[in-house]
Nanobody, 119 residues
């Protein structure tokens, strides 16, 4: 069983910054990819950014140049640095980590952390 826990959400003014963290724990043999997704009220969950085990990153067009995804392989942790935040970035942000455990694969989601951008 692999658990994923996010932290770092909160309330910020437009133009501000926040850093989200997500740590995976449990029976982890290898992590294939880590990512951040978000879901705004009344909308479907959407991809924000992903990073593979090789370090390849992918971003939604709406966050390119403003958000940066990074990871600490030793700590099984992924980060999302969010700069120049906009009102439309308001959402619940979810972390996803997938990989291989001791005897089977896993695809684990965190409980979500609220990010609110408001003046």
């Amino acid at each position: 069983q692999v658990q994923v826990v996010e932290s770092g959400g909160g309330l910020v003014q437009p133009g501000g910054s926040l850093r989200l963290s997500c740590a995976a724990s449990g029976s982890i043999f290898k992590i294939y990819a880590m990512g951040w997704y978000r879901q705004a009220p009344g909308k479907q969950r959407e991809l924000v950014a992903t990073i593979t085990s090789g370090g390849t990153t992918n971003y939604a067009d709406s966050v390119k140049g403003r958000f940066t995804i990074s990871r600490d392989i030793v700590k099984n942790t992924v980060y999302l640095q969010m700069n120049s935040l906009k009102l439309e970035d308001t959402a619940v942000y979810y972390c996803n980590i997938n990989g291989w455990g001791i005897s089977h694969g896993f695809d684990s989601w965190g409980q979500g952390t609220q990010v609110t951008v408001s003046s």
